[in-house]
């Protein structure tokens, strides 16, 4: 693995002791190498969310999507299984799909001289090379890339060194799980893009030593000292924790009323609070008693990343003729653009060469999680936390 372009310094007083230790150095949110660096180890050269299972419901469902700076192409097979391809014709590179697009069709074709490829990526047709004499079409199917389906959400390893997926969200099943995040239907999406590195949205995510300043509505119905960070991932690539509920508050919705049912297999701890999880490098899931919110990041530019911010519910809610989203997408669009005008003055300020990495308040512990995680990602480390989780 290249050496990022970052000093190596200044990341030790990143992984100094919670307490003692500083923010990343400013070239990790401001300098186009680390953020080059980062595509090629973090986004294609690890387990990068592509997008939601729901999205390829059926068989012959096809999507294309990037992960990173590399063009993916997403498949759902006649058995079931979503495929993730190189989105690169064997033929001379044509893509299958372009970038956002989604078909259906029982096979895949390329646009350009029509190669035509089954649904598990196997050549089915090249015209003209039927008479070709050692053209043999087993040697040119499409180049598959590790692929996970979990929980609703697609990962792909478009470098195809990333390890195996379990690992990568090692000691998160057990949080995720009772929300059932696969059974649950998306009601809206929101796209905002954002003038702010991507690291800087997670870490805001990860810390509600800001709420008190700038969300009112948030503090209204969880109050902004409640709950805790998880203090181990437990090995996975994951940082994470929780935030209790306002007594009368049933989720967050701008009145803390909810409009759905409590989702069928979250307990009564569950009831009370809200689970955020950043699934490194770009899922940030927010898992409520009676919905879960998932942001899905794209990094675009050191200093912009595009977020789809989308709202799922139990299909028994989801279907009813009089259910609105509403009370949970509009508490959360409030918070998100609070959120978003906070990340994007971190980002203006950085933008000074005179700025030094700041120290983290006790407050800020997923913070410190969340930044040590990148830190050993730069230095070519495990990403995720070794130590078993407090009870
Ligand atoms: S590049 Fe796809 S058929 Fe030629
Ligand atoms: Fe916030």
Redesign the pocket.
């Known amino acids: 693995m290249d050496a990022p372009p970052i000093d190596p310094v200044a990341l030790e007083a990143t992984l100094r002791p919670f307490g003692q230790s500083t923010m990343l150095p400013r070239g990790a949110y401001v300098d186009a190498g680390v953020f080059a660096w980062e595509d090629r180890h973090f986004l294609q050269g690890g387990w990068m969310c592509v997008g939601r299972g729901e999205d390829l419901a059926d068989p012959g469902d096809q999507r294309a999507a990037m992960a990173g700076g590399a063009g993916v192409l997403l498949v759902r097979a006649d058995d079931g299984c979503v495929h993730g391809f190189a989105n690169a014709?064997r033929?001379?590179?044509?893509e299958l799909l372009r970038g956002g697009e989604g078909r259906h069709r029982p096979i895949v074709v390329?646009p350009?001289?029509?190669?035509s490829y089954r649904l598990d990526g196997t050549l089915r047709g090249a015209p003209g090379f039927e008479s070709l004499e050692g053209f043999v079409p087993a040697d040119h199917g499409l180049v598959e890339l590790p692929t996970a389906e979990w929980h609703g959400l697609l990962f792909v390893d478009a470098s195809g060194t990333a390890g195996p997926f379990d690992d990568h969200v090692l000691g998160l099943e057990g949080l995720v799980a009772p929300y059932e995040p696969e059974r649950l239907r998306t009601a809206r999406r929101h796209h905002y893009v954002v003038q702010s590195n991507w690291k800087i949205l997670s870490e805001n995510y990860q810390e509600c030593y800001h709420c008190t300043m700038i969300h009112p509505q948030l503090c209204a119905v969880s109050p902004p000292n409640s709950g805790e960070n998880y203090r181990s991932s437990g090995g996975g690539a994951w940082v994470g924790g929780w935030m209790a509920l306002a007594d009368g508050a049933e989720t967050m919705s701008l009145d803390g009323r909810s409009a759905a049912a409590a989702l069928r297999a979250v307990g009564a701890e569950g009831r009370r609070r809200v689970i955020y999880v950043v699934i490194f490098p770009n899922v940030l899931l927010s898992l409520h008693p009676d919905y879960v919110m998932t942001h899905l990041l794209t990094p675009l530019a050191p200093d912009r990343t595009r977020v789809e911010c989308g709202w799922a519910f139990a299909p028994e809610d989801r279907d009813r003729p009089d259910f609105d989203a509403g009370y949970a997408v509009d508490f959360w669009d409030v918070t998100n653009r609070q959120d978003w005008a906070a990340c994007e003055s971190v980002q203006r300020g950085l933008s000074s060469t005179r700025h030094t990495p700041g120290p983290l308040s006790p407050r800020e512990d997923g913070v410190y999680h969340y930044v040590t995680m990148v830190a050993r990602g730069y230095l070519g480390l495990p990403l995720g936390s070794p130590v078993v989780p407090a009870p």
């Open positions: 014709c033929h001379r590179g044509h390329c350009y001289h029509s190669w």
